[in-house]
């Protein structure tokens, strides 16, 4: 295990007020407590959309937001790309959820044809389409994550570049939802995501995985309720699913 | 005959004990009459309620205000607010008055015109069941299209809220300043899209200048300034978004329809109970609780400020149904960290979804499904039980009789 850290971890919340709509506090809260619970100091940086987003970061968290905001959003990302890339390359995470998730890559293509140009720190491409996807999302991850849960509300329709990873494929739900059952993207120290709920108090081994990439190995947390409760979503997402499914299959078949 | 029909299926919901009747009832005069609404609203002046929040408690405020004014009222106080519920409201009418309607944000543009409305009265607007509403942005841009279609039209709106302001200035407005506690959905000009500037309880655009309005109407704590009058408003209920919603009450009540402010103002202040809002619910132990609907981060903002200044104890009663909202990501907007050092639990459908925000918040609490036990579990002479809307609903339709 490493040595313990000197410094605090540095939780950016990119943005709250315009990258905040879906609890997307939430994922700041969870990655500074379960910091502290291990007695790893931990402080929480919001950064306004006043200012130029730091390289200092060790975290940049982007949530999601409502059209207007969004835009504004990806303006003033694209001003702080570099400090961004400088950050990453120090070895920082980036963890992007709904509309932040749609920004990290090269470009929203909107429904009137508009295009929303992102940071492109990862290879993706989003379109608006038809309908929106709402709902309850279970997705199978690569070990050690495994399967995850969330809620997604969006109408993006998202394709991942060629040989880019996708975080996981789709058990229920619609997560990309162009056509190749993937829903969002892993890369070296970066995560992008449609599940909100938010994303990591619903995933505590998620929450562990980013933030081991940031302080090496981790030792396990005493609650069990946090684990409790990922068991419960993903239990009655995936039958909630299930059921949809047969429904469904029987409505098809007349 | 529509309307006929549509009464005898109320009494059947009733009768069968599967609702209050309003909604179905309507639902079979919509059905068998489009116009049935136009119909039913002739010979009553209309005023419309509209918010995301306090709409309830707003429309049934004015009403208590118009009748100490001596005005025949009509109004939806069991908040069904579709046009399945406004319909039946109508017909129950006993004559020509006043009808005082609570409306859903995103049906007010559809009934204006059938409706025939003479006064919009908006409260105020911010993010509630995103799964199904959709942007506020798109709600406030909604009521602004009737507001320019009918410059002429009367508007009572709070003039603190930016959504609020965007949407009623095209037409005859009477504002009033209110405050506003949650300004996470208004960080963006509705006007231009630029970031907006607050300072205080004000507002500003850098960009286009759209702002902040200096207002002869405003509440100054308890107290309604009116132009040149200051009226008291002692109220029974709690909270200061009651307050914000007696102001809004008191002033159309004065502005439009005539009725003497201090007359207004005594009978907003005896109104107890609204609906099952801030009713009381018997313990079983000799207590008793107190039950608020909070089902949103700008109502939940409102009602951590006025728990935390009390010694008491508090359940979280939390669904995620289609009228709940069936995704309860809010909780993570709302700054529970507020509660530590109070005893809470978490309870409802989805207690575990508030016991993981509450342990992250590192408030103690207890997790317990059914929220009237949870009530009990707790300790103290004041329990309150904040409670989602189908939860409420339930409580309601067990003791909304017995307080």
């Known amino acids: 295990m490493k040595a313990p850290r000197e410094s605090a971890v540095r939780v950016g919340f990119v943005y709250p007020e315009l990258l905040g709509t879906y609890g997307d506090r939430g994922n700041a809260v969870v990655l500074m407590q379960r910091c502290r619970w291990r007695g790893i100091p931990a402080q929480l940086v919001e950064v306004s959309p006043r200012d130029t987003i730091p390289e200092s970061l060790d975290f940049y968290l982007f949530g999601g937001g409502e059209d207007d905001p969004m835009a504004m959003a990806a303006e003033g990302m694209r001003r702080s790309r570099a400090a961004i890339e400088r950050g990453r390359a120090g070895g920082a995470v980036v963890l992007a959820v709904c509309g932040g998730f749609q920004l990290i890559g090269d470009r929203y293509i909107a429904a009137d044809g508009e295009e929303l140009e992102g940071i492109g720190i990862v290879d993706l491409v989003t379109r608006a389409g038809s309908p929106r996807l709402i709902g309850e999302i279970i997705i199978d991850a690569h070990a050690p994550l495994g399967r995850l849960s969330g809620f997604e509300n969006h109408g993006g329709r998202t394709t991942l570049g060629p040989g880019v990873e996708p975080l996981g494929r789709v058990v229920t739900g619609g997560g990309n939802g162009d056509g190749s059952g993937t829903e969002g993207v892993i890369a070296e120290r970066l995560v992008g995501t449609y599940m909100h709920g938010p994303v990591l108090p619903r995933n ?22 946090e684990h409790t409760f990922h068991d419960t979503r993903v239990h009655e997402g995936t039958a909630t699913g299930a059921r949809r499914w047969w429904r469904d299959r029987m409505l098809a078949r007349g | 005959m529509a309307v006929v029909a549509g009464r005898a299926a109320g009494g059947l919901s009733r009768i069968t004990g599967r609702g209050a009747g309003a909604t179905i009832s309507g639902r079979v005069m919509n059905l068998l009459a489009p116009d049935a609404l136009r119909e039913l609203a002739q010979g009553q002046r209309v005023a419309l309620v509209s918010a995301t929040n306090g709409k309830t408690t707003t429309t049934r405020l004015l009403s208590a205000a118009l009748e100490a004014g001596e005005h025949v009222v009509t109004s939806n106080s069991t908040g069904a607010n579709l046009t ?8 129950r009418a006993p004559g020509p008055g006043v009808a005082v ?16 409305a003479e006064l919009l009265v908006f409260g105020n607007l911010s993010r509630d069941q995103l799964d199904r509403y959709g942007e506020v942005h798109a709600v406030g841009d909604s009521w602004r ?30 504002w009033v300043t209110l405050g506003l506690g949650w300004r996470n959905d208004a960080a963006t000009c509705p006007r231009c899209a630029a970031l907006l500037q607050w300072s205080d309880d004000r507002f500003d655009c850098p960009a286009c200048g759209f702002g902040q309005l200096d207002t002869p109407h405003r509440l100054d704590g308890d107290t309604l300034v009116l132009g040149s009058e200051r009226v008291a408003l002692d109220l029974a209920l709690p909270g200061r978004w009651n307050l914000a919603n007696a102001a809004l009450a008191v002033t159309a009540a004065t502005t439009h329809f005539g009725v003497d402010a201090r007359v207004a103002a005594k009978a907003v202040a005896s109104v107890r109970s609204v609906a099952g809002r801030y009713m009381r619910v018997p313990l079983g132990d000799g207590r008793e609780a107190r039950v608020l609907l909070a089902k949103n981060p700008a109502g939940w903002t409102e009602v951590l400020r006025f728990l935390a200044e009390r010694d008491t104890s508090v359940v979280i009663a939390v669904n995620a149904h289609i009228a709940d ?31 993981v925000r509450l342990r992250y918040a590192e408030v103690d609490h207890l997790v317990e499904p059914d929220a009237l036990v949870a009530a009990r579990a707790l300790p103290g002479d004041e329990v309150h039980i904040v409670a989602s809307y189908t939860q409420f609903s339930a409580l309601f339709r067990r003791f909304g009789n017995e307080s």
């Open chain 1, 204 to 225: 505590p081994v998620l929450a562990d995985h980013l933030l081991s990439w940031v302080t090496g190995p981790l030792p396990p947390l005493a609650c069990e309720l």
């Open chain 2, 84 to 91: 399945s519920g406004i319909a039946p409201t109508l017909a």
């Open chain 2, 101 to 116: 309607l609570e409306v859903d944000e995103r049906v007010l543009p559809r009934v204006v015109d059938p409706l025939g």
């Open chain 2, 145 to 174: 299209r009737v507001t320019e279609s009918h410059p002429d039209l009367a508007v009572v709106a709070n003039a603190s809220d930016p959504h609020v302001v965007w949407a009623a200035e095209p037409a005859n407005v009477t």
């Open chain 2, 325 to 355: 909202g069936k995704d309860p990501s809010w909780l993570w907007d709302v700054p529970y960290e507020l509660l530590q050092g109070k005893r809470t639990a978490a309870a409802g459908e989805r207690c575990l979804d508030v016991a």
